[in-house]
């Protein structure tokens, strides 16, 4: 079992900066994608970023060139830098991992961007 608890969500300005982090612990051997989603009231559950061990990248349209993520192997933690966020960018943005054939996800941490 992988545990992944995420942390630095909150209220920001539109325009702003924030980031958030995501730690993976427990019975770790080889993870493969780390990332994000998000999930607005109403909406559906989308992807917003993630990274493969080695390093490729992959962003949601909508995000690219605004947020960056990042990885520390060594930590088993991700995070998801946000830059210039909108207020359509509101929603419980959700760590998520891969290892082997199984997916975890972490609780969801709030991000509220105010405009």
């Known amino acids: 079992q992988v545990q992944l608890v995420e942390s630095g969500g909150g209220l920001v300005q539109a325009g702003g900066s924030l980031r958030l982090s995501c730690a993976a612990s427990?019975?770790?051997?080889?993870?493969?994608?780390m990332g994000w989603y998000r999930q607005a009231p109403g909406k559906q559950r989308e992807l917003v970023a993630y990274?493969?061990?080695?390093?490729?990248?992959n962003y949601a349209d909508s995000v690219k060139g605004r947020f960056t993520i990042s990885r520390d192997n060594a930590k088993n933690t991700v995070y998801l830098h946000m830059n210039s966020p909108k207020p359509e960018d509101t929603a419980v943005y959700y760590c998520?991992?891969?290892?082997?054939?199984?997916?975890?996800w972490g609780q969801g941490t709030q991000v509220t961007v105010s405009s």
């Open positions: 427990g019975t770790i051997f080889s993870i493969n994608n």
């Open positions: 998520y991992c891969r290892q082997g054939l199984l997916d975890y």
């Open positions: 990274m493969t061990s080695g390093g490729i990248t």
